[in-house]
């Protein structure tokens, strides 16, 4: 019996020692990033590395400080010593951006490659648990940490951060999560050492700013050796986050322009937690005309449940492309949700022009410029340039004309393979090319970030492919910047604009006669300068300057090209960065007739044969003809003959006479003064013999 107690003595006391002893935790991650309102690389980078983290958000403790690359950047203003503490001083970070995992740098280019084994699967000694209390604007911090071993000369970093906010940034980043605000009690954390199963506190108090969005503040803490910037754990108190929380089984919608379409729209629910749906026609985009009516604006999903949604559309036989927007949250306070929002998307197919767009603000003047066109007012729609719409709704089969506009900050998204658009893109335009359609790309530095060696490994090769072979351009030299810099920690910043002149190739149906000042602005916070241009190289006959900067003719800023049946012009400017609305209107005014002038060879610019036949052949100079024009006309018939050259109206009526005369062979010359001629697609008729030839001529004012 005495044997039988010591045996369970001896158990109850292991069990008991067993309980005492404290255990390893999961080993998290931290991943650090610099980056900054301005920087254009990171609006490039920045929506990949953050689906990344929200892919490892169980694993990953993600901080985002922000840099003094831009002194206006309201992350930095907000806490300067910080951001500079923690990016210049500690790590030495000298350009954005820049991030890290566990204290070394990652590949922000490709974040999927960042080794996570060192964490997943694996356990730290210590254990770290954080909590709030919050009174108004008073937030203490309690931080608890134990471990299962004795740890040494470290450093424990209590950072406060805000989950989302929304702004609209200059590099055009709407989004910003995971933000640094203020570490407690600063950058250069509490010493931090422990003993073998020992626990210890630490207790910090701080006040929240006005300017934060209270229900998005929540704390993280870690512990870092600051010999070798290795993390040992990390940890916060981030609530758990619902990503893409919805499913829609209809979301690309095309209609018929003249009927009323009504659709079953059925919407499901992704997790086991209740989910408030809310679709906003207020906050969506609706083309001008179009009403959009929708049985149920606000509805509850239950967990893993579907709710059907009836919309109708009637689009009044206008052009267009509408966005409804559908807004998610959950109905327990306990979560977030990332990717919220739902789109469902609807294309009329009268559309036959489409503006892409991506939230920049440049590309509203081709808007602007469609509308006050009668020609292509009523056909043409604002697109998302997005890879689902690209892939929903071909632009070679749905369009006859895209325009796509890349400023400075896009930084070779156009021609990166890092972006996933970038691909689709070109495949869509080269079969935009194939099908004899039309384009106008704009774009500051995509030339130079697709040929220069460095970023050969970055450049995706349908682009190369695309703009070297398909479009027949390149680029000369290195770009020039249009806007005066000043060096700050060894960063230069942009302080001024510099205005250039842009100027037209003599008789080049789109350049001829072009004269105009680009960049005339003075607020470099919220005009739409150009930041840099770069010279565009003709590699084959196709591509034609025309239009040249700063009176250098090897400073080639504008190229034609002719592909076949299909036409395309290339900027290496926004022509938002005209001041001048006259001058801006007869560019694209210009751009456009020259795009849809009947037949290839009507308005070439070197003045080659407009017509051949064995009785008489045409030249016209200019084409399009802008006040004055002369016809260079030769008759070929050796007998002495009657010719009749007079301009006509697409339906055949006679507008003016230029020549009625008897003539024998040889070549001869007439003037044609359209001042009293309204702009407009005309034809140049010669009759000799009864014998009746044509070419296209356009009048452009």
């Not at 831009?70 to 503490?85: A, E, H, I, V, W």
């Not at 689902?388 to 393979?417: A, R």
């Not at 049946?565 to 609305?581: E, H, Q, T």
Request: charged share 25%; net charge positive.
């Amino acid at each position: 019996m005495n044997k039988k107690f010591y045996v369970l003595l001896l158990f109850v006391i292991t069990v008991i020692l067993s309980l005492n002893t404290l255990a390893d935790s999961p080993r998290k991650g931290l991943i650090e990033e610099a980056t900054s309102t301005a920087c254009g690389p990171c609006a490039m980078l920045n929506p990949n590395f953050q689906e990344w983290v929200f892919n490892n958000l169980t694993i990953l403790v993600p901080i985002v400080y922000h840099s003094s690359y831009s002194k206006r950047d309201p992350f930095y203003q907000d806490n300067p010593t910080l951001m500079n503490g923690r990016i210049n001083e500690y790590y030495g970070i000298k350009g954005v951006p820049q991030a890290l995992f566990n204290g070394s740098e990652l590949n922000l280019k490709k974040p999927e490659e960042t080794d996570l084994s060192k964490i997943v699967g694996k356990t730290s000694p210590l254990t770290i648990s954080i909590e709030e209390k919050r009174n108004g604007n008073d937030d203490e911090v309690t931080i608890t940490i134990n471990s299962t071993k004795e740890i040494t000369g470290k450093k424990l970093r209590i950072q406060v951060l805000e989950y989302y906010v929304k702004y609209n940034a200059i590099n055009r980043e709407r989004e910003f999560y995971w933000n640094a605000r203020k570490m407690l009690p600063d950058y250069k954390g509490i010493d931090f050492s422990i003993k073998a199963n020992e626990t210890k506190t630490f207790k910090q108090s701080f006040k929240l700013k006005s300017s934060w969005n209270k229900k998005y503040i929540y704390i993280a803490a870690f512990i870092q050796d600051d010999a070798n910037k290795d993390v040992l754990q990390a940890e916060h108190n981030l609530k758990k986050v619902l990503t893409a929380p919805l499913s829609i089984d209809n979301k690309y919608l095309q209609i018929d322009g003249w009927a009323i379409s009504k659709k079953e729209i059925k919407i499901k629910n992704l997790y086991d937690e209740p989910l408030k749906v809310k679709i906003d026609t207020t906050r969506s985009f609706i083309p001008a005309g179009w009403k959009v009516e929708i049985n149920k604006k606000s509805i509850t999903i239950p967990a893993k449940g579907t709710q059907v949604v009836n919309i109708s559309i009637s689009p009044h036989n206008k052009a267009g492309f509408a966005n409804i927007k559908i807004f998610t949250e959950p109905i327990s306070k306990k979560y977030y949700t990332h990717k919220k929002n739902i789109d469902i998307n609807v294309l009329s197919k009268v559309t036959k022009y489409a503006v892409y767009i991506d939230n920049d603000f440049r590309a509203f003047f081709l808007i602007k410029s469609l509308s006050a066109n009668s020609k292509f007012a009523s056909k043409y729609a604002v697109v998302p340039l997005k890879k689902d719409i690209l892939e929903h709704y071909p632009m070679e089969n749905n369009f006859d004309l895209v325009m796509l506009s890349y400023d400075f900050f896009h930084k070779g998204l156009m021609t990166s393979k890092l972006a996933s658009i970038s691909k689709q893109t070109a495949k869509s335009l080269k079969a935009m090319v194939e099908k004899g359609k039309k384009i106008i790309i704009t774009g500051e530095v995509e030339l130079y970030n697709a040929f220069t060696p460095e970023r050969k490994d970055d450049t995706e090769p349908k682009w190369k492919d695309f703009l070297s072979n398909t479009l027949g351009i390149s680029v000369n030299g290195i770009p020039e910047w249009r806007i005066s810099l000043k060096k700050e920690n060894n960063i230069e910043i942009p302080i001024g604009i510099v205005k250039f002149n842009a100027k037209g190739i003599k008789n080049d149906p789109i350049g001829n006669g072009l004269d105009f000042t680009i960049n005339d602005f003075s607020t470099i916070k919220t005009d739409p300068f150009v930041h840099a241009t770069e010279n565009i190289k003709s590699v084959a006959p196709k591509a034609r300057p025309f239009l040249y900067f700063d009176n250098k003719k090897n400073k080639v800023g504008g190229v034609r090209i002719i592909n076949g049946k299909s036409r395309a012009v290339y900027l290496s400017f926004s022509i938002s960065a005209i001041k001048d609305g006259t001058v801006k209107n007869k560019l694209i005014g210009r751009i456009l007739d020259w795009l849809f002038a009947k037949g290839t060879s009507g308005v070439d610019d070197n003045n080659s044969k407009l017509t051949d036949n064995r009785y008489l052949t045409f030249n016209i100079s200019p084409n399009p003809v802008y006040d004055n024009a002369t016809i260079k006309y030769t008759v070929l018939s050796k007998k002495v003959g009657n010719v009749q050259i007079y301009l006509s109206d697409v339906y055949g009526r006679v507008v003016k006479q230029m020549v009625s005369d008897n003539l024998t062979a040889g070549t001869y010359y007439c003037n044609l003064n359209v001042n009293d001629i309204a702009s407009g697609s005309y034809l140049v008729v010669g009759v000799i013999n009864g014998k009746t030839v044509t070419t296209p001529m356009i009048i452009a004012k």
